[in-house]
């Protein structure tokens, strides 16, 4: 645990992530596997959700049962590899609203550039978590941060599948209240900005494409 980083060591997860870093895993168990690994995630970005208390009749009598506060969770999606973690969280809180952040890197000045942004109103009321597999150089996530700001979100947080220093770094310097949780830190990029010992590209992991 770095500062605002958690990592989860759950066996369940650590054994499921080493599958879908095994480079002959199928497209379809690399999907499953996500998909399970999300669910299991999502209860630890999950944790420290704001509660309250909603009075309630059992069969047998009245009590004070504990219930999430505020407006519903706002899951934001960081196109395309984050949809893969989106699905699995969803199942778990299929009343949370849904939004996309869409970003490309220019060739030229390698900064993240926005093609697409649809996310839910009154951010600034909702718990927002971000999900994207691949934490690396950190650009597109503090770009999305960046963005998901500006539309008003004031508690972020970040999970992702597996983190690079040098993304965290990034994130921390940019984003310091933005807590991050991930699988796995693993140790370092390479030139093309791949996570070492990582999965290799995520989206093409998980769809099947080159
Ligand atoms: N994005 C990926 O899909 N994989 C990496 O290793 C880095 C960024």
Not at 86 to 106: K, N, S, T
Request: hydrophobic share 40%; with cysteine; glycine share 8%.
């Amino acid at each position: 645990m770095t500062n605002n980083v958690t990592v989860v060591t759950h066996p369940l997860v650590q054994h499921k992530l080493t599958i879908m870093r095994e480079k002959d895993t199928s497209s379809k168990s690399f999907r499953q596997l996500l998909r399970e690994i999300s669910h299991l995630m999502a209860y630890e970005v999950t944790r420290t959700l704001p509660m309250t208390t909603k009075r309630i009749e059992t069969p047998l009598c009245e009590m004070d049962a504990p219930m999430i506060e505020g407006k519903k969770l706002a899951l934001i999606s960081i196109l395309r590899a984050g949809n893969g973690l989106l699905d699995g969280i969803l199942e778990l809180i299929p009343a949370a609203r849904v939004g996309f952040v869409g970003l490309y890197r220019d060739p030229e000045t390698l900064q993240p550039v926005q093609y697409y942004f649809k996310v839910p109103t009154q951010l600034e009321d909702r718990v927002t978590i971000v999900v994207d597999p691949m934490l690396a150089t950190g650009n597109s996530s503090v770009a999305a941060v960046d963005l998901l700001k500006k539309s008003g979100a004031r508690d972020i947080r970040f999970m992702c599948l597996l983190a690079a220093p040098e993304g965290i770094k990034r994130m921390q310097g940019a984003h310091p209240d933005v807590s991050i949780v991930t699988a796995a830190i693993d140790s370092h990029l390479n030139d093309h900005g791949y996570i070492v010992p990582g999965l290799g590209d995520a989206g093409d992991r998980m769809f099947g494409t080159k």
